[in-house]
């Protein structure tokens, strides 16, 4: 009977209306609203809600910027490597969540940083010298990894020329138009791994054994304050891979974008949604959210890349999607 209504209902005087498709609408508004918070209200419909077109994450190596870091009359200041403007993002972004940096410190100058993020991750790839952070201060030389807050101002002093790696989560609340948590009772305090104890570390799971749902042999960074969640912030997770030679690690695809840096590793390269990307000394990889992927060392010596991923915010949400190629085909 209902269907009948309609059909009646869509025929005047023996000519048939054409109905416009919901999809074809605009974003609605109110007919007549009485005040400010009425007027500023949208309607969209089923049709058109959930087709939104955004750019994909493009698969880069940031290989350009690694080297004008590295170049020795790079002045203090940071390299930022952004991709927005392909992602269609309206601020600095390297994946949609996540933003890398190249911090340059010439010896004896300083350089402030005041992210607006939960926190960020820092990896110093050459030189030394001191993070200040309210009543803290961090002593860092090659090889170091340290974690800082955000919401609070950091001065970063090099005794001798000093070349950094840092990722950030800022894109993640310029999205919301967010605030960071203030230092004090946050998730999120310095926390220091030195060179020499990652490398204690790594010599640990060196004596263990894998089995075949393990991804590679990693070093996985967390804190005291997070260790239940196993990350390095609540969004974000950091892990330094290694790869032996002449071996590779088995493609893979997974939901969180990752930003990989090549730390050591020779004839080294990834293949990435079936094209092959080649490390660059110190270079910055994006692999975008999903695309199946592996790493491979034709070199003669073991491999290492630090990455960086917005896991956290996946393994909260249950939309970490993590598998293996070789058992998905198994399994179809």
């Known amino acids: ?51 939104i077109k955004l750019p994909p994450v493009p698969a880069r190596d940031f290989a350009d910027e ?25 601020f600095p972004a390297t994946t949609p969540l996540m933003l890398a940096r190249y911090a340059v410190i010439a010896a004896g100058e300083t350089l402030v940083s005041d992210f607006v993020a939960t926190g960020s991750i820092w990896y110093v790839i050459d030189g030394r010298g001191t993070s200040a952070f309210n009543s803290e201060v961090l002593t860092w030389g090659p090889g170091d990894i340290f974690l800082l807050p955000g919401g609070s101002v950091a001065i970063h002093t090099a005794g001798e020329r000093a070349v950094l790696w840092l990722v950030s989560n800022e894109p993640q609340l310029a999205l919301d138009a967010a605030l960071p948590h203030p230092p004090a009772g946050g998730p999120i305090e310095p926390v220091h791994y030195p060179a020499a104890e990652i490398e204690r570390q790594i010599g640990i799971i060196d004596e263990m054994t894998t089995n075949e749902t393990t991804s590679g042999l990693a070093l996985i960074f967390s804190s005291d304050r997070l260790e239940a969640n196993r990350n390095i912030m609540p969004t974000l997770t950091l892990s330094l891979n290694t790869l032996p030679a002449a071996d590779h690690q088995r493609a893979h695809r997974h939901n969180s974008a990752a930003i990989t840096l090549a730390v050591r590793g020779d004839a080294c390269f990834s293949m990435v949604d079936g094209n092959r990307c080649d490390w660059s000394a110190w270079g910055t990889l994006v692999t975008p959210p999903g695309a199946p992927h592996s790493h491979h060392n034709h070199g003669d010596r073991r491999a290492m890349f630090l990455i960086v991923q917005d896991g956290g915010l996946h393994y909260h949400a249950r939309t970490m999607g993590f598998s293996f190629l070789d058992m998905e085909r198994n399994d179809s």
Do not use: W, Y
């Open 66 to 90: 690694a080297r004008r870091a590295l170049a020795a009359d790079a002045p203090t200041g940071f390299i930022v490597c952004d991709q927005a403007e392909a992602m269609g993002c309206a």
């Open 1 to 51: 009977m209902a269907e009948l209504a309609r059909e009646k209902a869509a025929v005047i005087e023996g000519h048939a209306i054409k109905k416009k498709d919901m999809a074809d609408l605009p974003a609605q508004r109110a007919s007549n609203p009485v005040d400010a918070a009425g007027a500023r209200a949208r309607f969209f419909n089923s049709g058109n809600a959930f087709n």
